[in-house]
C-alpha cells in the first residue's frame, strides 16, 4: 500500500527556535497534502490543506504565520513552526492523497518545545 | 452539535468477543465514511472505507452504513488484545475534507 513518511518523529526544541517537519509520499504523487495537530485526549484537527505548487490554505484560527507549509513538489510538502512556544508542543501528521480519494497518514512527530 | 458524534470510551471487552464501535452523523450531502486505528503516538491507518448503504466485510472487520439513522458502525470478530487502540471514524465532505469523531478507546482484556 502506499506509504507516507513524517520525519523527525520526535523532537525537543527551545522555546523561540523554528522547527520543521517533512512529509514524503514514497510511491505516488500526492496532489494534495493535509497538516493536523492532535492535543492529548483529543481528536485531530485539521490546521492546513496544500496542493503542489499553491499557497496552503489555513483552517480558522491557525496562524499562517506560524505554521508554514510548503508544498514544492508532488511527494513533499513541510510544515515549519516558527518561533516555537510551549503552548506549540503537540503531536502533528500529515496526511498525502493522491489520485483517488483515500488519505495516507505519516506516522507522526511529536514535538515538545521547552 | 457536532457533524459526527462518536462515544471516546474507554470500551472494554473480554478477549475473543464481538466489538461494536459506532458514530453517528448530521450531514448527509456526502456520504462516504471512513474508519481509522490509531496506535498510541502513532498516525491513524485507514481500516475500511464505505460508500452509501450496506455492510463492507474485510476479514475480522465489518462496516456497516445506516442512512436512514444517519448511523455508522464497525464490528471486530475475535477480538484481539492487539486491537486495543482508538478507532476514529470520518466522513469525507464533498472537499475531500475529513469530519473526525473524537475516537472511542477500545481496551481488549486478554
Known amino acids: 500500500g502506499a506509504v507516507v513518511s513524517q520525519h523527525p518523529s520526535w523532537v525537543i526544541c527551545k522555546s523561540g527556535t523554528s522547527v520543521k517537519i517533512e512529509c514524503r509520499s514514497l510511491?505516488?504523487?500526492?496532489?494534495?497534502m493535509f497538516w493536523y495537530r492532535q492535543f492529548p485526549k483529543q481528536s485531530l484537527m485539521l490546521m492546513a490543506t496544500?496542493?503542489?505548487?499553491?499557497?496552503?490554505?489555513?483552517e480558522q484560527g491557525v496562524e499562517k504565520d506560524k505554521f508554514l507549509i510548503n508544498h514544492a513538489s508532488l511527494t513533499l510538502s513541510t510544515l515549519t513552526v516558527t518561533s516555537a512556544h510551549p503552548e506549540d508542543s503537540s503531536f502533528y501528521i500529515c496526511s498525502a492523497q493522491g489520485s483517488g480519494e483515500k488519505l495516507f497518514f505519516g506516522s507522526g512527530t511529536q514535538l515538545s518545545v521547552l | 452539535q457536532k457533524e459526527v458524534e462518536q462515544d471516546p470510551g474507554p470500551l472494554s471487552v473480554p478477549e475473543g468477543a464481538i466489538v461494536s464501535l459506532n458514530c453517528t452523523y448530521s450531514?448527509?450531502?456526502?456520504?462516504?465514511f471512513m474508519w481509522y486505528r490509531q496506535y498510541s503516538r502513532k498516525g491513524p491507518e485507514l481500516l475500511m472505507y464505505t460508500y452509501s448503504s450496506g455492510n463492507k466485510e474485510d476479514g475480522r472487520f465489518t462496516a456497516q452504513v445506516d442512512k436512514s439513522s444517519k448511523y455508522i458502525s464497525l464490528f471486530i470478530r475475535d477480538s484481539q488484545p492487539s486491537d486495543s487502540a482508538t478507532y476514529l471514524c470520518a466522513r469525507m465532505d464533498s472537499n475531500y475534507q475529513l469530519i473526525w469523531g473524537a475516537g472511542t478507546k477500545l481496551i481488549i482484556k486478554p
Open positions: 450531514n448527509s450531502a456526502f456520504q462516504y
Open positions: 510511491d505516488f504523487q500526492a496532489t494534495t
Open positions: 496544500s496542493n503542489e505548487g499553491s499557497k496552503a490554505t489555513y
